[in-house]
């Protein structure tokens, strides 16, 4: 037992810490393996962490392997690592002491040939186009004649001169440069942020939105032209709401934004020949189409002056129009003499068998009879009134003679029903005098201010209502004519008047300091009413 835990030295090896031992294999598999190239199939792949570091694994069927991408090396790839992407990487295997691993720090990352590209891609465009992307029914039509056109392109290169020379040689427009990168890495998202800002500009804004854009770049490997291919710029072309133009590559390249803008260009220089007309071409179409119109026109009055001579030889002249009329009225005039003396004829024998039936005796006659006629009626009247009082009163002795014999109990009960009803007859009368007098009092207060509203009230204070000869009343001077018949209505009757020329205004003396004079009110002439109905001034 002391022999097992004796500290006598067993063997001849030097001791080491985990730390030292941690080194010493990191050192070794550095050395060993400084410059590698793995193929695998990336896993775990989530972004680049918030540091910019990338950390993911590459594997086979067979065995996986840790892998990081620092931030210097991550910003220098070609194109951007995704899940499940066969990838070939370079870069040297090391140890990470904190947790006994290894792994691969890869400086360099291309995919695994351009078939895998090429698969990756048309993965891409299944995916897309499975959610409607590039439906030709989503794609519009480029304006005819668009007077700003939004380009996205890298600025420094061939390709925006090329535009802007097509541009300025077919038809000068407004040309807004997005400058942008279009190849490495963040050049996609540069791309799609800058058609979606082209597409928040402000139609009326100082920076006006484009009626068109281009996005274009030119020609280069698959490897070049990946940043085209990227998802955010594909869908960033699908959701512009401005018609897009992809102008990508040459005419044999073809990129996913091709399939999600609405027409692509073979070429930068073919955007912009489809992007604007020909100006030239437009001035010579529009001087021939006015050309034709003038001479159009030309004929088309040559021929409405040819059928309206035609019409005016048709028509009849003036004589030949008014020959009827004027016989007729000719006539007309004449019988109107004879017309109007059979007229007075006709109405003088009327009004002479008319005054035949009113002579005095025929009047007394017909007095007398009718006289006759409303005594009789009254005689039948006293009769019937002496029959109908005999009748009500046989009717109430009937009555009395019935009440007669009674018991003593029912004829109290009447007795004091008929004092009840005195007393509430006594009520009645009192209310009914109440609410008359109340009544009384109320139309006598609306009387009061009815009176008080009245015009007449206004006259007995001086002043006069002018009136023309059809009792109008007039309130300017304009309306009276020199030498017009006037009636002027004061307080205690109306007078007539005739009127005379305008005076010239005089001025007015000037008041006192100490007494100003009262300022006379000049009265507005009130409008015509109904002999009760009063109105305020």
Not at 214 to 237: H, K, M, P, Q, T
Not at 326 to 351: N, P, Q, V
Request: a positive charge; aromatic letters at 4%; proline letters at 6%.
């Amino acid at each position: 037992m002391n022999r097992l835990f004796s500290s006598d030295p067993q063997t001849n090896l030097a001791e080491q810490t985990v730390s030292e031992l941690s080194g010493s294999i990191k050192r070794t598999v550095e050395t060993a393996f400084d410059h590698v190239r793995v193929r695998g199939e990336i896993s775990g792949y989530r972004g680049p962490h918030s540091s910019g570091h990338a950390y993911f694994a590459l594997k086979d069927d067979k065995a996986r392997i840790d892998a990081v991408i620092w931030k210097g090396s991550f910003s220098k790839l070609k194109f951007r690592p995704e899940e499940g992407m066969e990838v070939i990487a370079t870069g040297k295997v090391t140890t990470f002491p904190g947790s006994s691993k290894y792994q691969i720090v890869i400086e360099a990352l291309e995919p695994a040939g351009a078939g895998a590209l090429m698969a990756l891609i048309e993965e891409r465009k299944r995916k897309l186009g499975a959610e409607g992307l590039f439906d030709p029914a989503r794609k519009r039509p480029l304006p005819f004649m668009p007077q700003v056109i939004g380009v996205v392109t890298s600025p420094t290169g061939a390709v925006i001169r090329d535009i802007l020379h097509r541009i300025t040689d077919r038809f000068p427009v407004h040309v807004i440069v997005w400058p942008v990168k279009v190849q490495g890495e963040g050049s996609g998202d540069e791309v799609a942020n800058a058609i979606r800002g082209f597409n928040g500009l402000d139609p009326l804004g100082p920076i006006r939105r484009p009626d068109v854009l281009i996005v274009a770049r030119g020609g280069g490997s698959l490897e070049d032209l990946w940043s085209f291919n990227d998802e955010a710029v594909v869908r960033a072309a699908a959701d512009s709401a401005i018609p897009l133009i992809s102008a990508v590559g040459h005419e044999t390249d073809w990129t996913l934004i091709d399939y999600a803008a609405d027409v692509r260009a073979p070429t930068p220089t073919g955007a912009a020949e489809m992007a604007v007309p020909v100006k030239a071409e437009l001035d010579a179409q529009v001087a021939s189409l006015a050309a034709r119109l003038r001479g159009a026109s030309s004929r088309q009055m040559e021929t409405r002056r040819q059928n309206l001579r035609g019409l005016v030889r048709a028509l009849p002249s003036l004589d030949q129009l008014l020959a009827l009329p004027r016989r007729r009225f000719d006539e007309a005039a004449a019988g109107l003499g004879r017309g109007l003396e059979r007229t007075a004829i006709a109405k003088r024998r009327s009004f002479e068998r008319a005054s035949s039936g009113l002579r005095l005796d025929l009047l007394a006659s017909r007095l007398i009879e009718r006289h006759r006629r409303i005594a009789d009626q009254m005689q039948r009247m006293d009769r019937w009134l002496e029959l109908r009082l005999l009748g009500e009163r046989s009717r109430i002795e009937r009555a009395e003679a019935r009440l007669s014999g009674l018991p003593q109990r029912l004829c109290g009960q009447i007795a004091r029903e008929r004092l009840h009803l005195a007393a509430l007859t006594r009520q009645a009368d009192s209310a009914l005098t109440h609410a008359l007098s109340r009544s009384l009092a109320a139309i006598a207060a609306q009387d009061r201010v009815l009176q008080s509203l009245s015009y007449k009230n206004v006259l007995k204070r001086g002043y006069a209502v002018i009136r023309g000869e059809d009792g109008t009343p007039l309130t300017r001077a304009a309306q009276v004519a020199t030498g017009q018949a006037l009636s002027l209505q004061f307080a205690d009757g109306a007078v007539s008047a005739t009127a005379g020329a305008a005076a010239e205004p005089t001025p007015p003396a000037p008041a006192a300091p100490s007494s100003p004079a009262p300022r006379k009110r000049t009265a507005r002439p009130a409008p015509e009413k109904g002999p009760d109905q009063g109105s305020l001034f």
